[in-house]
Protein backbone atom coordinates (compact mmCIF):
# COMPACT_ATOMS: atom_id res chain seq x y z
CA UNK A 1 0.00 0.00 0.00
CA UNK A 2 1.23 3.50 -0.94
CA UNK A 3 2.24 5.98 2.24
CA UNK A 4 1.82 9.11 2.62
CA UNK A 5 3.27 11.50 5.27
CA UNK A 6 2.36 14.93 6.85
CA UNK A 7 5.09 17.04 8.13
CA UNK A 8 5.46 20.15 9.36
CA UNK A 9 6.95 22.34 12.20
CA UNK A 10 4.75 21.69 15.75
CA UNK A 11 1.46 22.49 16.65
CA UNK A 12 -0.15 23.13 12.68
CA UNK A 13 -2.91 20.61 12.93
CA UNK A 14 -0.96 17.66 11.62
CA UNK A 15 -3.07 15.08 13.96
CA UNK A 16 -6.12 16.96 13.76
CA UNK A 17 -5.73 16.15 9.89
CA UNK A 18 -4.30 12.33 10.19
CA UNK A 19 -7.33 11.45 13.33
CA UNK A 20 -9.94 13.16 10.09
CA UNK A 21 -8.30 11.23 7.35
CA UNK A 22 -8.23 7.73 9.29
CA UNK A 23 -11.69 8.22 10.96
CA UNK A 24 -10.44 7.73 14.37
CA UNK A 25 -9.08 10.00 17.44
CA UNK A 26 -5.94 7.25 17.21
CA UNK A 27 -3.23 10.27 17.44
CA UNK A 28 -3.30 12.76 20.16
CA UNK A 29 -4.23 16.50 20.03
CA UNK A 30 -3.98 18.88 22.06
CA UNK A 31 -3.32 22.61 22.24
CA UNK A 32 0.66 21.57 23.91
CA UNK A 33 2.84 21.73 21.14
CA UNK A 34 5.48 18.74 20.89
CA UNK A 35 2.50 16.13 21.30
CA UNK A 36 3.10 13.84 18.87
CA UNK A 37 6.85 11.87 19.64
CA UNK A 38 6.65 8.82 17.42
CA UNK A 39 5.49 8.03 14.15
CA UNK A 40 1.88 7.05 13.89
CA UNK A 41 0.61 4.99 11.32
CA UNK A 42 -2.81 4.80 10.02
CA UNK A 43 -5.38 3.70 7.20
CA UNK A 44 -7.50 5.71 4.62
CA UNK A 45 -9.06 5.95 1.61
CA UNK A 46 -10.16 7.82 -1.37
CA UNK A 47 -12.29 7.53 -4.25
CA UNK A 48 -11.73 3.81 -3.88
CA UNK A 49 -7.88 3.93 -3.34
CA UNK A 50 -6.43 3.11 0.20
CA UNK A 51 -3.29 4.28 1.13
CA UNK A 52 -1.25 4.41 4.97
CA UNK A 53 -1.11 7.52 6.82
CA UNK A 54 2.09 8.65 8.78
CA UNK A 55 1.61 11.30 11.28
CA UNK A 56 4.87 12.88 12.96
CA UNK A 57 6.19 14.78 15.24
CA UNK A 58 7.02 18.58 15.13
CA UNK A 59 10.19 19.21 12.86
CA UNK A 60 12.37 21.99 14.38
CA UNK A 61 15.69 22.43 12.97
CA UNK A 62 18.87 23.04 15.19
CA UNK A 63 17.35 22.03 18.67
CA UNK A 64 19.30 21.51 21.75
CA UNK A 65 15.99 19.20 23.25
CA UNK A 66 16.41 16.10 23.48
CA UNK A 67 12.92 15.27 22.27
CA UNK A 68 13.18 17.24 19.15
CA UNK A 69 16.03 15.81 17.95
CA UNK A 70 14.65 12.66 18.44
CA UNK A 71 11.58 13.96 16.48
CA UNK A 72 13.97 15.28 13.60
CA UNK A 73 15.58 11.99 13.09
CA UNK A 74 12.15 10.32 12.94
CA UNK A 75 10.26 12.95 10.55
CA UNK A 76 13.12 12.34 8.16
CA UNK A 77 12.85 8.24 8.07
CA UNK A 78 9.10 9.16 7.65
CA UNK A 79 9.91 10.81 4.33
CA UNK A 80 12.32 8.43 3.29
CA UNK A 81 9.11 6.29 3.73
CA UNK A 82 6.58 7.47 1.81
CA UNK A 83 5.56 7.49 -1.59
CA UNK A 84 3.96 11.73 -1.12
CA UNK A 85 4.26 13.97 1.21
CA UNK A 86 1.46 16.48 2.92
CA UNK A 87 3.58 19.48 4.00
CA UNK A 88 1.41 21.18 6.66
CA UNK A 89 1.57 24.88 7.35
CA UNK A 90 -0.62 27.40 9.32
CA UNK A 91 -2.11 30.77 8.22
CA UNK A 92 -2.39 31.79 11.63
CA UNK A 93 1.52 32.17 11.82
CA UNK A 94 2.18 32.72 8.26
CA UNK A 95 5.63 32.18 6.91
CA UNK A 96 8.09 30.92 9.41
CA UNK A 97 11.93 30.38 9.54
CA UNK A 98 11.06 26.77 10.11
CA UNK A 99 8.86 26.42 7.53
CA UNK A 100 11.92 27.31 5.92
CA UNK A 101 13.91 24.88 6.93
CA UNK A 102 11.14 22.24 6.62
CA UNK A 103 10.77 23.16 2.68
CA UNK A 104 14.62 22.79 2.20
CA UNK A 105 14.02 19.11 3.61
CA UNK A 106 11.55 18.07 1.55
CA UNK A 107 13.19 19.23 -1.58
CA UNK A 108 15.91 16.97 -1.52
CA UNK A 109 13.41 14.09 -1.38
CA UNK A 110 12.21 13.74 -4.90
CA UNK A 111 9.14 13.07 -4.14
CA UNK A 112 5.42 14.59 -4.76
CA UNK A 113 4.77 17.45 -1.85
CA UNK A 114 1.19 18.40 -1.30
CA UNK A 115 1.70 22.42 0.58
CA UNK A 116 -1.52 22.22 2.54
CA UNK A 117 -1.85 25.96 4.50
CA UNK A 118 -4.04 24.96 7.39
CA UNK A 119 -6.54 26.94 9.86
CA UNK A 120 -8.07 28.65 6.84
CA UNK A 121 -11.93 29.27 7.76
CA UNK A 122 -12.36 32.62 6.40
CA UNK A 123 -12.47 34.85 3.70
CA UNK A 124 -9.41 36.83 5.22
CA UNK A 125 -7.44 34.08 5.97
CA UNK A 126 -7.87 32.85 2.15
CA UNK A 127 -6.13 35.77 0.84
CA UNK A 128 -3.76 35.57 3.93
CA UNK A 129 -2.68 32.18 2.23
CA UNK A 130 -1.03 33.81 -0.61
CA UNK A 131 2.07 34.29 0.84
CA UNK A 132 2.98 31.07 1.13
CA UNK A 133 4.13 30.98 -2.42
CA UNK A 134 7.30 32.20 -1.12
CA UNK A 135 8.16 28.89 -0.67
CA UNK A 136 8.44 28.30 -4.22
CA UNK A 137 5.94 25.48 -4.86
CA UNK A 138 3.43 25.89 -8.04
CA UNK A 139 0.09 25.55 -5.83
CA UNK A 140 -1.44 25.23 -2.14
CA UNK A 141 -4.18 23.48 -0.96
CA UNK A 142 -6.26 25.88 1.62
CA UNK A 143 -7.78 23.99 4.90
CA UNK A 144 -9.06 23.81 8.05
CA UNK A 145 -8.22 20.23 8.94
CA UNK A 146 -10.42 21.06 12.57
CA UNK A 147 -13.98 20.99 10.86
CA UNK A 148 -12.74 19.23 7.21
CA UNK A 149 -13.32 21.73 4.23
CA UNK A 150 -10.78 21.85 1.81
CA UNK A 151 -9.71 17.97 2.11
CA UNK A 152 -11.84 16.69 -0.77
CA UNK A 153 -9.58 18.69 -3.46
CA UNK A 154 -6.07 17.38 -1.63
CA UNK A 155 -7.12 14.05 -1.48
CA UNK A 156 -8.34 13.95 -5.20
CA UNK A 157 -4.89 15.44 -6.17
CA UNK A 158 -3.24 13.04 -3.58
CA UNK A 159 -4.62 9.96 -5.35
CA UNK A 160 -3.30 10.13 -8.43
CA UNK A 161 0.03 11.27 -7.24
CA UNK A 162 0.16 7.70 -5.87
CA UNK A 163 1.87 4.94 -7.64
CA UNK A 164 -0.66 1.71 -8.17
CA UNK A 165 -0.15 -1.38 -6.01
CA UNK A 166 -0.80 -4.47 -5.86
CA UNK A 167 -2.95 -5.32 -3.02
CA UNK A 168 -2.04 -8.79 -0.93
CA UNK A 169 -5.01 -10.46 1.36
CA UNK A 170 -3.67 -10.54 4.46
CA UNK A 171 -5.30 -12.53 7.86
CA UNK A 172 -6.09 -10.58 10.74
CA UNK A 173 -3.13 -10.94 12.00
CA UNK A 174 -1.82 -11.30 15.91
CA UNK A 175 -1.61 -8.55 18.35
CA UNK A 176 1.35 -8.49 21.04
CA UNK A 177 0.94 -5.52 23.15
CA UNK A 178 4.04 -4.37 24.91
CA UNK A 179 3.01 -2.56 28.01
CA UNK A 180 4.92 -1.67 31.58
CA UNK A 181 5.79 1.00 34.05
CA UNK A 182 7.27 4.22 31.88
CA UNK A 183 10.68 3.71 31.48
CA UNK A 184 10.79 -0.21 31.15
CA UNK A 185 12.41 -0.81 27.86
CA UNK A 186 9.49 -1.03 26.28
CA UNK A 187 9.97 0.94 23.26
CA UNK A 188 13.67 0.14 22.97
CA UNK A 189 12.64 -3.77 22.71
CA UNK A 190 10.46 -3.03 19.81
CA UNK A 191 13.45 -1.37 18.38
CA UNK A 192 15.87 -4.04 19.47
CA UNK A 193 13.25 -6.60 17.83
CA UNK A 194 13.28 -5.08 14.02
CA UNK A 195 16.40 -3.14 13.98
CA UNK A 196 15.08 -0.29 13.63
CA UNK A 197 14.77 2.86 15.56
CA UNK A 198 10.99 2.93 14.72
CA UNK A 199 10.33 4.34 18.37
CA UNK A 200 11.77 7.50 20.14
CA UNK A 201 13.75 6.28 22.94
CA UNK A 202 15.39 8.60 25.73
CA UNK A 203 15.91 8.14 29.32
CA UNK A 204 12.64 10.24 30.70
CA UNK A 205 10.23 8.75 31.44
CA UNK A 206 6.70 9.02 29.79
CA UNK A 207 8.57 9.52 25.90
CA UNK A 208 6.15 6.92 23.87
CA UNK A 209 2.49 9.06 24.54
CA UNK A 210 0.49 6.99 21.54
CA UNK A 211 0.03 3.23 21.37
CA UNK A 212 1.28 2.55 17.64
CA UNK A 213 1.52 -0.47 15.75
CA UNK A 214 4.31 -1.91 13.93
CA UNK A 215 4.02 -4.94 11.29
CA UNK A 216 6.46 -7.71 12.15
CA UNK A 217 7.35 -10.74 9.95
CA UNK A 218 11.43 -12.05 10.68
CA UNK A 219 12.76 -15.57 11.34
CA UNK A 220 8.87 -17.10 10.44
CA UNK A 221 6.80 -15.29 13.04
CA UNK A 222 4.04 -12.88 11.99
CA UNK A 223 2.33 -10.43 13.81
CA UNK A 224 1.51 -6.92 15.10
CA UNK A 225 3.55 -5.45 18.06
CA UNK A 226 2.02 -2.48 19.72
CA UNK A 227 3.91 -0.02 21.64
CA UNK A 228 2.00 1.98 24.49
CA UNK A 229 2.35 4.31 26.77
CA UNK A 230 4.21 3.28 30.01
CA UNK A 231 0.89 2.82 32.88
CA UNK A 232 0.84 5.06 35.87
CA UNK A 233 -1.32 4.90 39.19
CA UNK A 234 -4.30 7.19 38.58
CA UNK A 235 -2.88 9.13 41.51
CA UNK A 236 0.23 10.30 39.17
CA UNK A 237 -1.75 10.95 36.22
CA UNK A 238 -1.97 14.88 36.46
CA UNK A 239 -2.04 16.11 32.63
CA UNK A 240 -4.56 15.26 30.05
CA UNK A 241 -2.00 14.32 27.68
CA UNK A 242 -0.52 11.62 30.20
CA UNK A 243 -4.48 10.50 31.37
CA UNK A 244 -5.15 10.29 26.84
CA UNK A 245 -1.67 7.89 27.16
CA UNK A 246 -2.46 5.66 29.73
CA UNK A 247 -6.58 5.25 28.24
CA UNK A 248 -4.36 4.20 24.87
CA UNK A 249 -2.40 1.63 26.70
CA UNK A 250 -5.47 -0.23 28.06
CA UNK A 251 -7.64 -0.08 25.31
CA UNK A 252 -4.23 -1.60 23.65
CA UNK A 253 -5.00 -3.87 26.21
CA UNK A 254 -8.36 -4.74 25.42
CA UNK A 255 -7.85 -5.30 21.54
CA UNK A 256 -4.79 -7.15 22.04
CA UNK A 257 -4.49 -10.99 21.44
CA UNK A 258 -1.23 -11.67 23.91
CA UNK A 259 0.07 -8.51 26.17
CA UNK A 260 3.74 -8.71 27.17
CA UNK A 261 4.75 -7.21 30.25
CA UNK A 262 7.86 -5.65 30.51
CA UNK A 263 9.11 -4.71 33.74
CA UNK A 264 12.79 -3.17 35.70
CA UNK A 265 14.68 -5.57 37.37
CA UNK A 266 15.66 -3.06 39.62
CA UNK A 267 12.47 -2.21 40.75
CA UNK A 268 10.50 -5.57 40.59
CA UNK A 269 7.15 -7.11 40.21
CA UNK A 270 5.98 -3.65 42.02
CA UNK A 271 2.09 -2.71 42.50
CA UNK A 272 1.46 -1.30 39.35
CA UNK A 273 2.99 -3.98 37.37
CA UNK A 274 0.98 -5.88 39.00
CA UNK A 275 -2.31 -3.82 38.06
CA UNK A 276 -0.88 -3.87 34.53
CA UNK A 277 -1.01 -7.67 34.74
CA UNK A 278 -4.30 -8.47 36.53
CA UNK A 279 -5.64 -5.82 33.32
CA UNK A 280 -4.87 -8.07 31.01
CA UNK A 281 -5.50 -11.47 32.82
CA UNK A 282 -9.33 -9.44 33.51
CA UNK A 283 -9.16 -9.18 29.77
CA UNK A 284 -8.65 -12.93 29.06
CA UNK A 285 -4.98 -12.41 27.35
CA UNK A 286 -2.28 -14.26 27.50
CA UNK A 287 0.29 -12.92 29.20
CA UNK A 288 4.09 -13.46 28.68
CA UNK A 289 6.42 -11.34 31.61
CA UNK A 290 9.43 -9.88 30.78
CA UNK A 291 12.19 -9.16 33.12
CA UNK A 292 14.06 -6.40 31.35
CA UNK A 293 17.18 -4.85 32.43
CA UNK A 294 18.85 -8.23 33.93
CA UNK A 295 22.12 -7.42 33.31
CA UNK A 296 22.00 -4.57 35.86
CA UNK A 297 20.45 -7.04 38.46
CA UNK A 298 23.52 -8.50 41.30
CA UNK A 299 23.35 -12.06 40.97
CA UNK A 300 24.27 -15.98 41.56
CA UNK A 301 23.18 -19.43 40.33
CA UNK A 302 20.22 -18.78 42.34
CA UNK A 303 18.77 -15.12 41.55
CA UNK A 304 16.86 -16.45 38.56
CA UNK A 305 14.73 -18.91 40.49
CA UNK A 306 14.18 -16.84 43.51
CA UNK A 307 13.21 -13.63 41.69
CA UNK A 308 10.65 -16.16 39.16
CA UNK A 309 9.81 -17.78 42.58
CA UNK A 310 8.52 -14.17 43.90
CA UNK A 311 6.79 -13.15 40.75
CA UNK A 312 4.72 -16.11 40.65
CA UNK A 313 3.50 -15.51 44.29
CA UNK A 314 2.07 -12.26 43.59
CA UNK A 315 0.70 -13.68 40.29
CA UNK A 316 -1.23 -15.99 42.88
CA UNK A 317 -3.70 -18.04 41.33
CA UNK A 318 -3.22 -17.44 38.46
CA UNK A 319 0.77 -18.45 38.29
CA UNK A 320 1.19 -20.60 35.37
CA UNK A 321 2.78 -17.83 33.43
CA UNK A 322 6.21 -17.60 30.98
CA UNK A 323 8.44 -15.50 32.66
CA UNK A 324 11.61 -14.72 30.25
CA UNK A 325 14.68 -12.56 31.48
CA UNK A 326 16.22 -10.21 29.26
CA UNK A 327 18.46 -7.18 28.54
CA UNK A 328 17.54 -4.98 25.65
CA UNK A 329 20.69 -3.47 25.70
CA UNK A 330 22.93 -6.56 25.10
CA UNK A 331 19.81 -8.02 23.24
CA UNK A 332 20.04 -11.07 25.51
CA UNK A 333 17.03 -13.30 24.77
CA UNK A 334 14.94 -10.62 22.84
CA UNK A 335 13.82 -13.71 20.47
CA UNK A 336 13.26 -16.16 23.29
CA UNK A 337 10.48 -13.78 24.41
CA UNK A 338 9.12 -13.22 20.96
CA UNK A 339 9.32 -17.32 20.10
CA UNK A 340 7.11 -17.68 23.85
CA UNK A 341 4.62 -15.22 22.59
CA UNK A 342 4.20 -16.91 19.99
CA UNK A 343 4.06 -20.43 21.84
CA UNK A 344 0.93 -18.01 24.09
CA UNK A 345 -0.39 -16.89 21.21
CA UNK A 346 -1.10 -20.77 19.78
CA UNK A 347 -2.12 -21.77 23.43
CA UNK A 348 -4.89 -19.10 23.64
CA UNK A 349 -6.45 -20.41 19.75
CA UNK A 350 -6.44 -23.99 20.97
CA UNK A 351 -9.96 -25.64 20.47
CA UNK A 352 -9.92 -29.49 22.11
CA UNK A 353 -12.49 -31.77 20.45
CA UNK A 354 -15.64 -32.43 22.68
CA UNK A 355 -14.85 -36.34 22.65
CA UNK A 356 -11.08 -35.53 23.99
CA UNK A 357 -12.54 -33.83 26.88
CA UNK A 358 -14.94 -35.95 27.65
CA UNK A 359 -12.48 -38.49 27.50
CA UNK A 360 -9.67 -37.17 29.50
CA UNK A 361 -11.67 -35.41 32.13
CA UNK A 362 -14.55 -37.37 32.77
CA UNK A 363 -12.46 -39.49 34.94
CA UNK A 364 -10.52 -36.73 37.08
CA UNK A 365 -14.08 -34.97 38.03
CA UNK A 366 -15.59 -38.75 38.75
CA UNK A 367 -12.43 -39.68 41.06
CA UNK A 368 -12.23 -35.91 42.45
CA UNK A 369 -15.95 -34.70 42.13
CA UNK A 370 -17.34 -31.61 43.98
CA UNK A 371 -18.06 -31.53 47.62
CA UNK A 372 -21.67 -32.31 49.11
CA UNK A 373 -23.62 -29.05 50.20
CA UNK A 374 -26.38 -30.14 52.29
CA UNK A 375 -26.07 -33.97 51.68
CA UNK A 376 -26.97 -33.30 48.07
CA UNK A 377 -24.20 -34.55 45.19
CA UNK A 378 -23.02 -33.05 42.61
CA UNK A 379 -22.81 -34.86 39.50
CA UNK A 380 -20.74 -33.56 36.30
CA UNK A 381 -22.05 -35.78 33.15
CA UNK A 382 -20.52 -33.65 29.77
CA UNK A 383 -17.91 -31.51 28.78
CA UNK A 384 -17.59 -28.73 26.19
CA UNK A 385 -15.32 -25.66 25.10
CA UNK A 386 -17.17 -22.87 24.42
CA UNK A 387 -16.80 -20.99 20.91
CA UNK A 388 -14.73 -17.59 22.02
CA UNK A 389 -11.25 -16.56 21.40
CA UNK A 390 -9.72 -17.50 24.28
CA UNK A 391 -10.09 -21.03 26.00
CA UNK A 392 -13.46 -21.12 28.03
CA UNK A 393 -15.08 -24.29 29.07
CA UNK A 394 -18.94 -25.70 30.30
CA UNK A 395 -19.25 -28.45 32.69
CA UNK A 396 -22.65 -29.45 32.68
CA UNK A 397 -24.00 -30.22 35.93
CA UNK A 398 -27.24 -31.38 38.00
CA UNK A 399 -26.88 -28.87 40.62
CA UNK A 400 -24.52 -26.10 39.73
CA UNK A 401 -25.46 -23.81 42.28
CA UNK A 402 -23.42 -26.06 44.45
CA UNK A 403 -19.93 -25.60 42.91
CA UNK A 404 -17.83 -23.39 44.65
CA UNK A 405 -14.73 -21.47 43.44
CA UNK A 406 -12.52 -23.54 44.95
CA UNK A 407 -13.88 -26.66 42.79
CA UNK A 408 -13.77 -24.53 39.54
CA UNK A 409 -10.39 -23.65 40.10
CA UNK A 410 -9.45 -27.02 40.75
CA UNK A 411 -10.79 -28.07 37.29
CA UNK A 412 -8.75 -25.35 35.70
CA UNK A 413 -5.49 -26.58 36.70
CA UNK A 414 -6.30 -29.91 35.64
CA UNK A 415 -7.38 -28.49 32.57
CA UNK A 416 -4.00 -26.63 32.31
CA UNK A 417 -2.12 -30.13 33.32
CA UNK A 418 -4.08 -32.08 30.31
CA UNK A 419 -3.78 -29.50 27.71
CA UNK A 420 -1.34 -26.93 28.07
CA UNK A 421 -2.40 -23.86 28.20
CA UNK A 422 0.78 -21.95 29.56
CA UNK A 423 0.27 -18.05 29.81
CA UNK A 424 -3.74 -18.46 29.17
CA UNK A 425 -5.82 -17.55 31.50
CA UNK A 426 -9.15 -20.24 31.63
CA UNK A 427 -12.78 -18.99 32.54
CA UNK A 428 -14.72 -22.12 33.78
CA UNK A 429 -18.21 -22.24 34.00
CA UNK A 430 -20.73 -24.61 35.54
CA UNK A 431 -23.97 -25.01 33.54
CA UNK A 432 -27.32 -26.70 34.12
CA UNK A 433 -27.36 -30.18 32.91
Not at 166 to 180: D, K, T
Not at 185 to 202: H, P
Request: glycine letters at 6%; charged letters at 30%; hydrophobic letters at 40%.
Amino acid sequence: MSIVAIVGRPNVGKSTLFNRLIQRREAIVDAVSGVTRDRHYGKSDWNGKEFSLIDTGGYIVGSDDIFEAEIDKQVELAIDESDAIIFMVDVVSGVTGMDEDVTKLLRKSNKPIFLVVNKVDSAKRTDDAVEFYSLGFDKYYIMSSINGSGTGELLDDLVKALPETIEEERSELPRFAVVGRPNAGKSSFINALIGKERYIVTDIPGTTRDSIDTYYNRFGFEFNLVDTAGIRRKSKVKEDLEFYSVMRSVRAIEHSDVVIVVLDATRGFDGQVQNIFWLAQKNNKGVVILVNKWDLVEKDHKSVKEYETKIRQQCEPFTDVPIVFISVLTKQRIFKAIETAVEVFKNRSKRIKTSELNEVMLPVVENYGPPAYKGKYVKIKYITQLPLPYPSFAFFANLPQYVKEPYKRFLENKLREKFNFHGVPITVYIRKK
